[in-house]
């Protein structure tokens, strides 16, 4: 998502026509919620410069009730860009730094032998928050990675039996890098089917690596939020609200059929040994729903489902070895089914 043009106009991805989801809304309603998750986005570039369309993927996760995997080259400020999101919506939030000799319970969470009152009792692990970053999550072993799944689909933790819930709302955002294989552990295509997005970190261009350069050099210190002016704008009482309303807007059938088209198309494309699942048709359907919100509709519209498509279907399917060997992405196999699979009128 991050690959696509910023402003208003439609950009290009590829061969296939895509709505940026950096540029402000198409329209602006008198509406106080959606305009305190609009403003989210200026705090957020207070501190993050040149990654508008991350920030807005990251909203319509927050909005869809999903999860976000993050990838980037170190130094994008994948980081950064968590801490301030959670700053600007006045969100709880913890860091765990994913490393080979991690352990489940180092995450979710574990019983402490209480020597006072004989007894043990559960400590809880930092996914107790309400926006967990997992930085590198690919470096850690599968038995770690899966400790996340539950907290992930089913918002608790189940320790010796008992099953103990996550905050009201609870995001994972998890970073991986897309250019150091040695020493990681790929995350098997079931957990990677439970994140809602996959937006990737561009590096920034001239000018928004300029702008960074400039606002070290006048003092910017990326520890210090508060310095940088991000006030918080929007809270949990308002993210609540605002799914309320994401679940009220209209999809048409022609719609639906549009995005069961693009998965089903998926399956029988000769790049990929695996398609996407319905899962996957559900994702897009609902963050499409929470584009057209922020964009101030009450209805999805075939753009809305195109603009959301590479970053919720990428990372839910599998190209054949083959195709690996001739360098295809699964991006370029998805903007072509995008071109070749009629759009509703």
Not at 169 to 181: C, G, I, L, R, S
Not at 261 to 269: F, I
């Amino acid at each position: 998502m991050s690959d696509q043009p910023t402003g208003d106009a439609p950009g290009r991805y590829g061969d296939a026509p895509v709505t940026t989801l950096a540029g402000p809304p198409a329209h602006r309603a008198p509406d106080p919620v959606r305009q305190a998750l609009l403003d989210v986005r200026h705090e957020v570039a207070k501190a993050v410069v040149g990654q508008e369309a991350t920030v807005t993927g990251m909203l319509i996760a927050l909005l869809s009730r999903g999860h976000v995997l993050l990838e980037g080259v170190p130094g994008v400020a994948k980081t950064l860009l968590v801490r301030a999101l959670s700053a600007a919506l006045s969100l709880d939030t913890k860091r765990v730094q994913f490393t080979p000799d991690l352990m489940p319970g180092d995450v979710t969470g574990s019983l402490v032998y209480d020597a006072a009152n004989s007894d043990f009792s559960f400590r809880e692990g930092p996914v107790f928050t309400n926006m967990l970053l997992a930085d590198e999550i690919n470096r850690t072993p599968p038995k770690t990675q899966a400790s996340l799944l539950e907290a992930m689909e089913e918002r608790q933790v189940s320790v010796d039996g008992v099953s103990r819930p996550l905050p009201v709302p609870f995001m994972v955002a998890a970073t991986q890098n897309p250019v150091e294989y040695e020493g990681t552990y790929p995350l098997p295509e079931a957990q990677l089917d439970r994140f809602l997005l996959k937006l990737t970190m561009p590096l920034p261009d001239r000018a928004a690596e300029i702008e960074v350069i400039r606002r070290h050099a006048s003092g910017f210190d990326p520890r210090d939020l508060a310095a940088a002016g991000i006030r918080p704008v929007a809270g949990a009482d308002e993210l609540e609200r605002a799914r309320r309303a994401v679940a009220n807007v209209a999809v048409a059938p022609e719609v639906m059929g549009y995005i069961v088209d693009l998965v089903r198309a998926t399956r029988s494309a000769p790049s990929f040994q695996l398609g996407v699942s319905p899962r996957g048709a559900t994702a897009l359907l609902n963050a499409s729903r929470a584009w057209a919100w922020l964009s101030g509709r009450q209805f999805v519209t075939p753009d809305d489902v195109k603009a959301l498509a590479l970053p919720c279907l990428r990372h839910r399917v599998a190209l054949r070895p083959e195709a690996l060997m001739d360098g295809v992405q699964a991006d370029d196999v998805l903007a072509s089914i995008l071109t070749s699979v009629p759009v509703p009128r």
